[in-house]
Structure formats: structure tokens, C-alpha cells
């Protein structure tokens, strides 16, 4: 999105269909089970251009690993 003074903010895109489908923790070793949340962290540090989109985010796919089991 562009602003007013010509910087171009960009934020997350989720699919109307984006569902829950983040590894059910106790199924995986740990090695992989913590890299899968830092990874999704890491993907929306780099896609939000502004902290408030990345803290908006950040919340809601805590929430998502979270329900999967993740700490």
C-alpha cells in the first residue's frame, strides 16, 4: 500500500480459505517444532513493513500455534 509521502507499506496477505494447518507439536522431533514458530515469526518480520502490522500479526499466529499445542 502506498502512503501519502510516497513510502510503500507492505503487510500480510491471508487467503479467505487460510486455515490452521501449523504441525501438531508432539507429532515432530523438537528441532522442528521450534523452528516452525520461529519461522512464521521470521516470514512476518520480513513481510510487515510497520511494527503495528507485525505485532497485529505476530498476535494472531501466536494464537494459531498456540491452539496447536506450541508454548
Known amino acids: 500500500m502506498k502512503e501519502e509521502d510516497g513510502v510503500v507499506n507492505t503487510k500480510l496477505y491471508e487467503k479467505p ?3 490452521n494447518h501449523n504441525l ?3 507429532d515432530h522431533p523438537r ?3 521450534e523452528g516452525a ?3 512464521q ?3 512476518i518480520r ?3 513493513s510497520r511494527e503495528e502490522d507485525y505485532r497485529k500479526y ?3 499466529v501466536q494464537k494459531k500455534l498456540m491452539s ?3 508454548t
Open 68 to 70: 496447536r499445542g506450541y
Open 17 to 19: 480459505t487460510d486455515c
Open 24 to 26: 501438531h507439536k508432539s
Open 46 to 48: 520480513r513481510i510487515c
Open 31 to 33: 528441532h522442528v517444532n
Open 37 to 39: 514458530g520461529k519461522g
Open 41 to 43: 515469526f521470521r516470514r
Open 58 to 60: 505476530g498476535k494472531q
